[in-house]
């Protein structure tokens, strides 16, 4: 199916964009934070596609970025929600301020979103919190770097059952420096309060 699509933009709109390649124009359902990014009508665009197939319909739904791609795929997975549902969430808050409200358990903010009840919050929370991609490298870089010990502390947690931000938090409480088994006690201690 469409993965990539390459092409000068004919027309585009809030929810829509033309694309033309090869002499076709394809019709692209996108969001609204993909809407205001894309070049003006004539310029050459590049999107990421999801083709979505039912037995009446082909669709085409296009994003810029990558993550935003990976996020949409992730939403279909939630019952309930199909892709038009997931375009609206995607239009009704920022990627990277809803990844942060679901692994919050922020179901009041989810809420704010056009269409989204609290169950269907719920759901996006409990469905797709373990599920969402790594966070961005902006985050990933201003994470401090662990020591082989603490990473062993940290695999230890989690095999333990912990999840890893409540593991990395007890093994940012516990301090640095030190054995195994003094951060992993520190790491422990903090996970009882």
Do not use: C, W
């Amino acid at each position: 199916m469409i993965a990539h699509l390459r092409g000068r933009l004919l027309a585009k709109h809030p929810n829509q964009a033309i694309v033309e390649t090869g002499g076709v124009g394809y019709d692209v359902t996108i969001s609204v934070p993909t809407f205001s990014d894309l070049p003006g009508v004539g310029s050459e665009v590049a999107l990421h596609i999801h083709t979505h197939v039912r037995e009446d319909l082909i669709a085409l739904y296009g994003f810029l970025r990558p993550a935003e791609k990976t996020l949409f795929e992730k939403l279909i997975t939630v019952s309930g929600i199909g892709p038009k549902l997931a375009i609206t969430i995607l239009s009704g808050m920022a990627a990277d301020e809803m990844v942060g409200a679901i692994r919050g358990n922020d179901v009041a903010r989810l809420t704010r979103i056009p269409g989204i009840g609290k169950k269907t919050a719920e759901r996006m929370v409990l469905e797709l919190r373990d599920k969402l991609p790594p966070e961005s490298a902006g985050e990933v870089a201003a994470a401090p770097a662990m020591s082989p010990i603490e990473e062993d502390v940290l695999s230890a947690l989690m095999n333990l059952g912990y999840q890893r931000p409540a593991a990395e938090r007890a093994l940012a409480a516990a301090g640095k420096g030190g054995s195994f088994e003094a951060i992993f006690r520190g790491a422990l201690a903090a996970l009882s309060k």
